[in-house]
């Protein structure tokens, strides 16, 4: 599913995530979760997998006391997938209303984060480095919902951070 050319900053709206959510008989999630590759195009939960970077920002997000919701139900567990080249594919991450509507520092602290383990992926690494990451951003309770992509480079990664806090306004 790689592309050859990144595609820069693009925000899209999708369908209500609580929707999907039942539709993959996943479990609710409110506040901040990590959405796996093809959330919104799957046509059954066997499709969906997590990127490889999944467990490491899943500790981060930890470490930093950010209140994570769990999609798999008791039971069932989500593969992960292994690319290996100078792209960082993070996992989509989802910021519902009961989050940032609550405590919008909570979204500062999870897009630091994230922009920090970015920082330090590529800290060393020569050559044509390329990050690909979404935020999906529930803008009311009837699941009015927000896609913002990134796929560039990681010096650009700011433009992501700020569109999501432009989005949230």
């Known amino acids: ?22 539709e993959l ?3 609710a999630a409110a506040k901040l979760c990590i959405l796996p590759r093809y959330f919104f195009s799957a046509k059954e939960r066997s499709e969906l997998v ?6 490491d920002l899943k500790v981060l997000f930890r470490q930093a006391k950010l209140p994570m919701d769990k999609l798999e139900p008791d039971g069932v567990k989500i ?16 910021l519902g209303l009961a989050l940032w509507s609550q405590n919008p520092e909570l979204v500062n ?22 990050v690909k990451f979404s ?4 803008k009311t309770e009837k699941g009015t919902t927000k896609q913002i992509n990134y796929d560039g480079p990681p010096e650009q990664f700011k433009d992501l951070v700020e569109a999501v806090k432009k989005s949230l306004k």
């Open 109 to 130: 602290v999870a897009l630091g984060v994230t922009a920090n383990y970015v920082t330090d992926w590529f800290r060393g690494k020569l050559g044509r480095n390329r």
């Open 25 to 27: 008989g996943l479990t």
């Open 135 to 138: 935020v999906v951003v529930e």
């Open 50 to 55: 997590y990127e490889q970077s999944t467990p």
């Open 1 to 22: 599913m790689r592309d050859n050319e990144p595609t820069g900053l693009t925000i899209v709206d999708v369908g209500s995530v609580e929707q999907r959510i039942a």
């Open 79 to 94: 593969p992960y997938v292994a690319e290996h080249d100078n792209t960082l594919v993070l996992p989509a991450v989802f």
